[in-house]
Each structure stands twice: as C-alpha cells, then as structure tokens.
C-alpha cells in the first residue's frame, strides 16, 4: 500500500507501515510515532478474536478493518444480508404451516413475494444509506472539513453484517423472537454507528444524529410503502 493509507488502531494518526519483514519470517511491529504504541495491534491477532472484537464494537478492531486491510466484500455482504433480510420478511408473511410436500416447497420458492421482500429491503437499506450520507455531508459542509462519500458507505456496507444473525433467528424461533428481532436491529445501529466514528472521526453525537435520521426516513418509506400496498389491495378488491 500506498503510505498514508494506514491508520494507528490507538489515536488514528496516520502511518506509513503496519510492521517491518525481517530475515526467516521475523516481523515487528511499527510503533505510532504519537501514542508509542503499536500501529495496529491486530496483525498478530487471530481472525476469530478480531471478529469478537468488531462484534463488541472496539473502535480499534474497526480501524483495523476499515484502514488496515484491504477487504472488498463490501457489496457481496450487502447483497447477502438482503437476502437474510428478505428471507425473514418473507417467511413471516406465510400464514400456512410448513410443508413437507415437495410440490408445496416449489411453489414457494417461484412465489414472487419474496423478491418483492428482497426489493423492499433494498429499497429501505438504500434510503437509510442516503439519509445517513446527506446529514453527515450538511454537518461537514457547516463546518468546512472534507467528506469523501466511497470509504463512508463501503463502512456503513461492512458494518451492517450483524444481519445475518436474522436466519438463526428464524430457524429457532421461540415467543421471543420478536425480541432477538429488535436486539439484532439495535446491534447493527450502534455498528453503524462506531463505523462513522470511525471512518469522519467525529464526536458520537453526530455519527448518532446520522444513524437516527437515515433510521426515521427509512420507517417513513417502509410505512409509506405499506400504505400504498393496503390501497392497492382494497382498489384490486373493489374491481
């Protein structure tokens, strides 16, 4: 990588290199030139453990992710938390009981109600993102400080994986589910929002601020998506 790409996991100030390659696989790790700590702590850590930590929220495992490592399944994540999301809303609107018939399992998979679930969750993750995006880009521009839209959405994208606990969810369902619903929702918020900490360094207020508005107008579309599909039916329901 280019230098000034990388960013201490500590304070954030920029960096050059992460570690120095020695003879024999010998690797040591850059201390910040602000903090004296090491650049990022997390190059000798194992996946799993770094994982624990992005899910914890630690602003200094999403340094890590969003600067220090070159990760690009932003929208192949995005694109299979829709289909977690749609498979969810999609299994709630089935009133009848499953069915081990295999003539019943075809034809609920052609049924055309899940890709609309499907556009829906796009449509509303699309609102939020633009909602998120053009609060954060007023507040910059009253202030005068940059904003760069790409590194903003590819971490709203990465950070919303808490999604997919929507299908174990689903497969153990329970009279709390509703419950886990909100939990799993509320979890990808707060990722949300450590992620725009994270990529503006800016105060918690306003990454809260951005979150809260792109989450209002993305009720408001679903609810208004709702309210042209009851008119819709009781038009059809007239003829």
């Known amino acids: ?15 050059t290199e992460l570690y120095r390659d020695y003879s024999h696989g010998i690797l040591k790790l850059t201390r910040c ?28 495992a999403f340094r890590h992710i969003l600067f220090n490592t070159e990760i690009n399944i932003h929208w192949k994540l995005c694109v299979f938390c829709l289909l977690c999301e ?14 081990n018939d295999p003539a019943d399992i075809i034809r609920y998979t052609k049924e055309w109600e899940f890709y609309c679930m499907f556009a829906l969750a796009a449509l509303e993750l699309t609102v939020f993102c633009t909602g998120v995006l053009v609060i954060l880009w007023t507040a910059k521009l009253f202030s005068g400080a940059s904003f760069e839209f790409t590194p903003l959405l590819k971490a709203l994208l990465l950070s919303g994986y808490g999604k997919v606990l929507l299908i174990p969810a689903v497969i153990w369902e329970h009279d709390f ?41 993305e009720m408001w579309v679903a609810q208004a998506f709702k309210t042209l599909q009851v008119c819709s039916q009781d038009y059809l329901s007239m003829l």
């Open 1 to 15: 990588m280019a230098s000034g790409l990388f960013k201490c996991v500590e304070c954030n100030e920029d960096a």
């Open 33 to 60: 030139s602000s903090c004296k700590k090491p650049v990022d702590k997390y190059i000798e850590y194992d996946p799993v453990i770094i994982l624990i930590d992005a899910t914890l929220c630690k602003i200094q």
């Open 86 to 99: 749609a498979y969810l809303r999609w299994s709630l609107q089935q009133g009848s009981q499953p069915s």
């Open 177 to 217: 589910s509703p419950l886990c619903f909100g939990l799993i929702r509320l979890f990808v918020l707060t990722s949300n929002s450590q992620a725009i900490r994270v990529i503006l360094n800016c105060s918690r207020r306003l990454s809260l601020l951005a979150v809260c508005g792109g989450l209002l107008l």
